[in-house]
């Protein structure tokens, strides 16, 4: 996306091909008539996302605001059509999939950011925060004592919190009168 912005057309283009592989699968899942309108919701979301590009702001995951663009297309068409959509009940089990194609650019995103720590403070974080273990647990399998483990991920969160949420390392905003 930087690039494309940057006037790089060929990074543009393979941006909007990916991404266009993701919102035919997710649409065609999303629609209810055997995703005949998928490909046109492809299509809109593809000219949403390239008209409003400029709106993008880069202290925010792409994937994100990509994606909030693709769900309001998919509502209007919804309304549109004006009706609600049903699905049998033999496929409710479609419900409570293991994954989706927005929890990858999640993973895509949470692992880009988390690359700017060291490897065991990533590691502490995704086995904590990610995955749930308890902080002992996770301070073993790192080789922290428990109260190191503790400070290195307030640490690191600190400094995610600084780094992404554009927040200076003192907590005060730059607006702050002080």
């Known amino acids: 996306m930087l690039r494309g912005l940057d006037g790089d057309a060929v990074a543009w283009r393979v941006l909007l091909t990916e991404f266009g592989a993701h919102l035919r699968a ?9 995703g005949a309108d998928a490909e046109d919701l492809v299509q809109e979301t593809l ?7 400029a709106t993008w702001d880069p202290k925010q995951t792409f994937t994100g605001w990509a994606w909030a663009i693709a769900r309001h297309k998919l509502i209007d068409h919804l ?10 009940i033999e496929e409710a089990e479609m419900l409570y999939a293991d994954h989706t194609v927005e929890d990858g650019a999640t993973r895509a995103d949470l692992s880009r950011c988390l690359s700017v720590l060291p490897v065991r403070q990533r590691g502490l974080i995704e086995d904590v925060r990610v995955q749930g273990l308890s ?13 190191a483990a503790k400070v290195s991920l307030h640490r690191s969160l600190k400094a995610l919190n600084t ?16």
Do not use: C
Request: net charge positive; hydrophobic share 30%; proline share 5%.
């Open 163 to 178: 780094r992404f949420a554009g927040e200076p390392a003192n907590g005060r905003s730059d607006h702050e009168d002080g």
């Open 79 to 88: 309304r549109k059509r004006g009706r609600r959509p049903t699905r049998p």
């Open 26 to 34: 997710w649409f065609m899942r999303q629609l209810f008539d055997g």
């Open 47 to 53: 000219i949403a996302l390239h008209a409003k590009r």
């Open 135 to 147: 902080v002992a647990e996770a301070a073993e399998r790192h080789g922290y004592s428990v109260t």
